[in-house]
């Protein structure tokens, strides 16, 4: 039983990230098919797909196409109960579901002002007051879930979720961008880069080439943060 997901860019589509995280980390078998987000043929190749415009889009085994990862990540629920994709602990399980609905929704500044880039670090990035403000309520979600988590493990909620499953390319800004974070914080973002999916996901991305690289930056580069990935398949 494999599903079908299409997806854009792996070093700049945050989203398709999310899709495919949701498969990778779970065990899901899962075919990817590249959607041209960044090429210009994003419309054209997600045709057959209708009524999906965006990346990354779902198609089930029985050929039910799903977009959105919100809804991608419920129907995922609905028919793997077994994969405990969310916290066991009601209350956890309660703030890990507030959290992925404020990510899907939410921290406007973060998205505008530092979209995924995981070609590149950079030094010298000038935080602005909004973005200030997402970073402090970023941080202190991160900290109210790890609340929650104790010491049960490093991710959000201790075991990995669909929490982290949001989250993740949110740590990756951090990293990318030079974000300020206090120690709770980058401990996590250094989990993140750490994760073998991420590696894995990144180093396919570099092998990509642009005439002209979305979001480039007028900073000094740094070296990536994260450990150096080796290059896997991904099909």
Known sequence: MTYDLWIGDRSFSSWSLRGWLMFETFGLP???HEAGLYAGTLAQDLAPLAPARLVPVLRTPEGVVVGDTAAMAAVLEERHPE???????????????????????????????????????????????????DLA???????????????????????????????????????????????EAQAYVAEALALPALQAWRARGLQDRYEAEPYDQDLPQRPWPGPQETAVNQS
């Open 30 to 32: 899962v075919q990817l």
């Open 83 to 133: 994969l405990q994709l969310w916290p066991d602990d009601p209350a956890a399980r309660a703030l890990a579901r507030w959290m992925v609905a404020e990510m899907h929704s939410g921290f406007p500044a973060l998205r505008g002002d530092c979209p995924m880039d995981l070609r590149h670090a950079w030094s010298g990035f000038a935080v602005s007051d909004a973005l200030a403000a």
């Open 137 to 183: 309520r970023l941080e202190d979600l991160w900290c109210r879930a790890r609340a929650h988590a104790g010491a049960s493990g490093p991710w959000l909620f201790g075991a990995w979720s669909m929490a982290d499953v949001f989250y993740l390319p949110a740590a990756t800004r951090i990293a990318t961008y030079g974000l300020p974070a206090g120690p």
